[in-house]
């Protein structure tokens, strides 16, 4: 059993309210109610110690690609432990795992893409990128070009690097975010903001506010843009068919710098290997983290194309972390892919994940709760709303209706997340259809209870 897990759940309960501060929780309410304590996982299922399986809607944080319970990945760990636990990448050194991480990364990306920056996470990764594209420019003879557009309700992370990226005005709100020379245009999200214009013209639209902030900000004190590909934590916001290829046209134009923030995309959330691939952009620079490693271990980084990697490579980049390019992380990562590749879960996704997943969930839109149902590949999300022909948002109290869809999924054992009014979803890649059907089952038992 694991450290604690033989400590009753009342004791286990009491200490985390007492010496645990949870991530984006009010940890007064948490501590009154006690936390959910996960004890084990295997497959798409969590087990509590209260002894319920709870399907995992998310992935755990949107990230257990390969799901859970593969011995493999634990396999490589203790292996990789005994023989190199740690040792940096600093300095002049390097090791197999991280050499091989970067080459099978590579070789996965598309062909333009062939560097890797390695990092802790998500987060860290995007703080790399913001640094990278600025000395970019300077390196280029343009120290000017230090602004970065991002897009409102987008998530990159939580440092104040990456935190000032995203567009979550929440965190805006607290601990002096956003730092200077971060811009936020809106986002593509035609349900909630599209009023009476076409999904198409409404893509379009957004896409053309890029233009205009880089014009009024100035083309020569532009250095990226960064988004992604499909928005995840913002509420699985699908961009319409017109947005992307704008976007890319408009980067192309005034040669402003493309990064694709991939850390819930990639590895295979979209159908293939980049949501840039699903979405049809050529990005600079890719953020990746998450599915990288299944969750198994905490890695991240960026993917840095040839023209930006020939630039950087001829300087000293003062940047980096302990854990760029973990040994034990790095094995796990590699052991990953393999899985993923061995096993063929790309196919699985295109021809019997995602088409299952879609039909369950297309199918929760003849409830009278739900609005838009939208899905790419393994992420999707629907629109709760009081009345579909209008649009209506819950005007009383925002985010009602969304968190009791969340508290009643809870209760069925199945875990799904609410973004405000949105619900969401992101299971493990390898579920099977009849596991879908299970959810759809849950998600439907819910709405009903909160209707
Ligand atoms: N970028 C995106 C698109 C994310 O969804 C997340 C996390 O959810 C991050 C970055 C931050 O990653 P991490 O939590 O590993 O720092």
Not at 55 to 79: K, P
Not at 167 to 192: F, K, R
Request: glycine share 10%.
């Amino acid at each position: 059993a694991a450290i604690t897990n033989h400590l009753p759940t009342a004791e286990l309960q009491a200490l985390d309210a007492a010496h645990h501060m949870h991530p984006f929780t009010t940890n007064n309410e948490l501590a009154a109610k006690g936390a959910r304590i996960i004890t084990r996982a295997d497959g798409v299922y969590l087990t509590d110690s209260e002894g319920n399986h709870i399907m995992d809607g998310m992935a755990g944080l949107w990230c257990v690609n390969i799901g859970y319970g593969r011995g493999e990945l634990a396999d490589v760990a203790a292996r990789q432990m005994r023989e190199l636990p740690f040792y940096n990448t600093f300095f002049m050194t390097s090791h197999a795992p991280v050499i091989a991480l970067a080459a099978k990364i590579a070789e996965l990306a598309p062909a333009h893409l062939n560097h890797v920056f390695f990092a802790g996470s998500g987060s860290e990764a995007n703080d790399t990128n913001i640094r990278m594209v600025r000395t970019y420019w300077t390196q280029k003879g343009k120290p000017s070009k230090s602004i970065i557009i991002s897009r409102k309700n987008a998530y990159h992370g939580s440092s104040v690097g990456s935190g000032s990226l995203g567009g979550m005005t929440p965190m805006h709100a607290q601990g002096g975010l956003p730092i200077p020379d971060i811009h936020h245009i809106d986002q593509p999200n035609w349900w909630a903001e599209g009023g009476s214009a076409t999904p198409e013209d409404f893509g379009l639209q957004r896409a053309q506010e890029l233009e205009k902030a880089i014009l009024e900000l100035g083309e020569d004190r532009v250095a990226a843009f960064i988004a992604e590909p499909i928005q995840g934590a913002g509420g699985v916001i699908v961009p319409p068919s017109t947005y992307w290829p704008e976007i890319q046209r408009i980067c192309d134009k005034y040669e402003i710098l493309l990064i694709a923030d991939e850390v819930i995309c990639g590895f295979g959330r979209t159908g293939e290997w980049f949501g840039s691939t699903t979405v049809g952009i050529k990005p600079d620079i890719m953020t990746i983290a998450k599915g990288l490693s299944s969750g198994y271990q905490p890695i991240g980084g960026s993917i840095v194309s040839d023209e930006v990697a020939e630039v950087m490579n001829a300087c000293e980049f003062n940047h980096g972390y302990t854990y760029s390019g973990h040994p034990v992380a790095s094995a796990v990562a590699l052991e990953n892919l393999r899985i993923m590749e061995d096993e063929s879960l790309l196919d699985h996704v295109r021809n019997v994940a995602a088409p299952a997943l879609a039909e369950m969930w297309h199918g929760l839109g003849d409830h009278p709760m739900v609005g838009e149902t939208k899905i790419v590949g393994m992420m999707a999300s629907l629109a709760l709303t009081p009345d579909k022909d209008s649009r209506a948002k819950f005007a009383a109290d925002a985010g009602t209706a969304g968190y009791m869809t969340r508290e009643r999924s809870f209760a069925n054992n199945l875990i799904m997340r609410h973004v405000y009014d949105r619900m969401v979803i992101s299971p493990p890649l390898i579920i099977t259809p009849e596991e879908i059907t299970e959810m759809g089952k849950r998600a439907r038992t819910a709405l009903d209870e909160s209707y």
